[in-house]
């Protein structure tokens, strides 16, 4: 399903212009308007699924296969010196926009950009007890 008022359900289907680096019948791969770095892109289902936990499982696969795909790509065509994945799922995690994707972030020495989080420190008691509380 797409939604009406979902501006990567329409991008993704064409209906608004992007910078298209990738297209088949299930995704589209368009830069983002807003890079982090130069050749930041998204990769964009043209299924609408909110997020990571509504995406289908074999979607979710096809997706890593793809970022893979456009990973190698990208970092060879554009010299890269590292490169993130990064996905966002609700707005506590920094979700903006409500249709999943997948960025693809290409990293250059000395960029400038930090996708790290501080570490805290935790025990050995804390980290039992979240283990426990995921895996029972
Ligand atoms: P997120 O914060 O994970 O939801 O990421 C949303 C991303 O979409 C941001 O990196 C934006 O720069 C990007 N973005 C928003 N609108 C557009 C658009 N119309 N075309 C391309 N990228 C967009
Ligand atoms: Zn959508």
Same mark, same amino acid.
């Given at each position: 399903?797409?939604?009406?008022?979902?501006?990567?359900?329409?991008? +993704? =289907?064409?209906?608004?212009?992007?910078?298209?680096?990738?297209?088949?019948?299930?995704?589209?791969?368009?830069?983002?308007?807003?890079? +982090?770095?130069?050749?930041?892109?998204?990769?964009? %289902?043209?299924?609408?699924?909110?997020?990571?936990?509504?995406? %289908?499982?074999?979607?979710? +696969?096809? +997706?890593?296969?793809?970022?893979?795909?456009?990973? =190698?790509?990208?970092?060879?065509?554009?010299?890269?010196?590292?490169?993130?994945?990064?996905?966002?799922?609700?707005?506590?995690? =920094?979700?903006?926009?409500?249709?999943?994707?997948?960025?693809?972030? %290409?990293?250059?020495?000395?960029?400038?950009?930090?996708?790290?989080?501080?570490?805290?420190?935790?025990?050995?008691?804390?980290?039992?007890?979240?283990?426990?509380?995921?895996?029972?």
């Amino acid at each position: 399903m797409k939604k009406e008022d979902c501006i990567f359900c329409r991008i +993704a =289907g064409g209906e608004i212009p992007s910078k298209t680096l990738y297209e088949d019948e299930k995704f589209r791969v368009i830069l983002d308007l807003g890079p +982090a770095t130069r050749g930041h892109a998204l990769i964009l %289902p043209k299924e609408h699924y909110a997020d990571l936990y509504e995406l %289908p499982e074999d979607t979710a +696969a096809e +997706a890593m296969r793809l970022a893979k795909k456009m990973a =190698g790509i990208m970092a060879g065509k554009l010299h890269a010196d590292g490169f993130n994945l990064v996905q966002n799922n609700g707005e506590a995690a =920094g979700q903006t926009v409500m249709h999943f994707h997948l960025h693809l972030i %290409p990293r250059y020495k000395n960029d400038g950009q930090h996708i790290l989080w501080k570490p805290q420190t935790v025990s050995q008691e804390e980290l039992e007890e979240i283990q426990k509380q995921i895996t029972e």
